[in-house]
């Protein structure tokens, strides 16, 4: 017994593995920047990014403020907040020494204030907008608002970059997927390197320019340009048969809760809210001391399971703070404390986050670990 409800498992060995595997596939002169979004997909901000600064990291990527002076506490590296901060937060920012994205004149000016009256310079990378319509500047546009930034005072722009729509689709289990990937993400990177080849041509500028994704980096490396940006392969969360075909990446997370209660149940008979299960023959239920409000998503009644002694066990109701399965002729066989992966190793077998979350229709695992609440320990192993 864990003495935990259920706790959050971090192999820090493997997360430092995954790193160097995943460098290994880049150019020494090209740099690396390591993502801590989302609390590092659950995993904690700050032990990631102390991780990624041990094995070698040139650059941290952040999305918040917040997370920002977390890194920069404990580091000098340098920090790219890869979203425009909110508007009140711009002197935060400012103060910290980082790199700070801008797409919008409104923002640039802010920070161009807020450096002025700190007597400072401000970095900032320009995002570009290549086909994911999300947040950039149209690379038509591109030369006209870096002119108008450059004229705006303290402030330098160090670096140009866009973020691809379709890299991930790269390492698709399904061949068809993975050409229309290859022919949008080459598209997009003909998009951006022909702004940047306007923005260079007009006025010597001569900062970084970046644009791979963990697919980009590990499938296109036309794309490496002077920096890449690690995220999803670092944390493990895309180990697949084409990931694995060209690199060997480890599982990161184990989230583990154990059995807290059996009960016998009848044929016919239900288990959860509104007798949500009919129990198809006689069997035991097992409960499990976590829920929804832990962060387990709902969706996991349309097909998720557990694994229990290396065989997996359907998740059949669920409410805040427990989850019922049933575990049909094993349930003589169990005890009380028996350990439960939710995903992870156990036994020589793996049940992971990406498979889990395809399972019940989630598109896939960095949606479920960036919500697994803050009440759920994490344990560093």
């Known amino acids: ?64 403020v917040e997370d920002a002076v977390l ?31 801008v797409y919008s004149i409104e923002s640039a000016r802010l920070i161009s204030k807020a450096a002025t009256e700190l007597g400072c310079n401000a970095s900032i990378h320009i995002k570009i907008n290549t086909g994911l319509n999300r947040v950039g500047i149209s690379p038509e546009n591109a030369v006209s608002f870096f002119n108008e930034i450059v004229q705006l005072e303290n402030l330098e722009v160090t670096g140009l970059f866009s973020h691809f729509a379709s890299a991930d689709d790269l390492y698709s289990n399904e061949e068809a997927c993975r050409e229309l990937a290859y022919i949008r993400t080459r598209r997009e990177l003909g998009l951006f390197k022909q702004a940047v080849y306007e923005i260079k041509n007009q006025s010597n500028w001569s900062g970084i320019i ?82 929804w409000g832990d962060g387990f998503p709902r969706a996991f009644l349309n097909g998720g399971h557990v694994m229990i002694r290396g065989s997996f066990y359907p998740i059949v109701a669920m409410s805040m703070d427990m989850t019922t399965i049933d575990l049909g002729e094993k349930g003589d066989d169990m005890v009380i404390g028996e ?16 498979a889990q979350g395809e399972r019940v229709g989630m598109g896939g695992s960095d949606a479920m670990l960036a919500v697994i609440s803050e009440r759920v320990p994490r344990v560093y192993v």
């Open 71 to 101: 890194v920069r506490q404990e580091f000098g590296i340098p920090i790219l907040i890869i979203c425009e901060p909110p508007r009140g937060k711009i002197p935060n920012a400012v103060s910290l020494n980082i790199s700070i994205t």
């Open 210 to 291: 970046h644009m791979a994704n963990t697919g980009a980096t590990l499938f296109l490396p036309e794309s490496h340009l002077d920096m890449v940006r690690v995220s999803t392969g670092l944390m493990g969360l895309c180990i697949n048969d084409p990931i694995a075909a060209v690199v060997d990446l480890k599982q990161v997370y184990s989230w583990k809760s154990e059995i807290c209660h059996f009960i016998n149940v009848h044929k016919g008979e239900g288990v959860g809210y509104s007798s949500s299960y009919k129990c198809p023959t006689d069997t035991t239920i097992a409960t499990l001391p976590i829920g």
């Open 1 to 64: 017994m864990s003495g935990h409800r259920n706790y959050l498992e971090i192999n820090v060995s493997a997360l430092e593995h995954n790193l160097k595997a995943i460098k290994s596939k880049v150019a020494g002169d090209c740099q690396f920047m390591g993502i801590v979004k989302g609390n590092a997909w659950g995993a904690g901000t700050s032990e990631c990014a102390r991780s990624f600064v041990n094995s070698g990291v040139d650059w941290i990527g952040v999305t918040t």
């Open 339 to 354: 350990e439960v992966i939710i995903f992870g190793e156990q036994l020589g077998k793996i049940l992971e986050p990406m």
